[in-house]
Nanobody, 127 residues
Framework: QVQLVESGGGLVQPGGSLRLSCLAS????????IGWFRQAPGKEREAVSCTGLAADSTYYADSLKGRFYISRDNANNTVYLQMNRLKPEDTAVYYC????????????????????WGQGTQVTVSS
């Protein structure tokens, strides 16, 4: 069955870095749009980043551009989210999500546009 498992979260000081991993099983990520979302307490789940089938088909939330970077390792069926210069407002549960794609267009950024979801990994940015 399709499964997505996030890892790499934890406690980090402001200005620090973390790399989140999303390991997929039951499907090949080569043919799926993959998104990273986050949800802080009391807030809606929001798009952080996504990657389409084409290498240059990526999206980043405006406030995260230049700090967060998404990448694929299709051979290992894994997608990463590198997070740099972390801020307290980045504290949230981070989720990866996947939806099948038939062409290398732009990846969707709406949470309702993704079919498969991981259980999330907690990222806490605090001194």
């Amino acid at each position: 069955q399709v499964q997505l498992v996030e890892s790499g979260g934890g406690l980090v000081q402001p200005g620090g870095s973390l790399r989140l991993s999303c390991l997929a099983s039951g499907f090949f990520v080569d043919y799926y749009n993959i998104g990273w979302f986050r949800q802080a307490p009391g807030k809606e789940r929001e798009a952080v980043s996504c990657t389409g089938l084409a290498a240059d088909s990526t999206y980043y939330a405006d406030s995260l551009k230049g700090r967060f970077y998404i990448s694929r390792d299709n051979a290992n069926n894994t997608v990463y989210l590198q997070m740099n210069r972390l801020k307290p407002e980045d504290t949230a549960v981070y989720y990866c999500a996947a939806v099948f794609s038939t062409y290398g267009g732009k990846c969707p950024t709406g949470k309702y546009e993704y079919r498969y979801w991981g259980q999330g990994t907690q990222v806490t940015v605090s001194s």
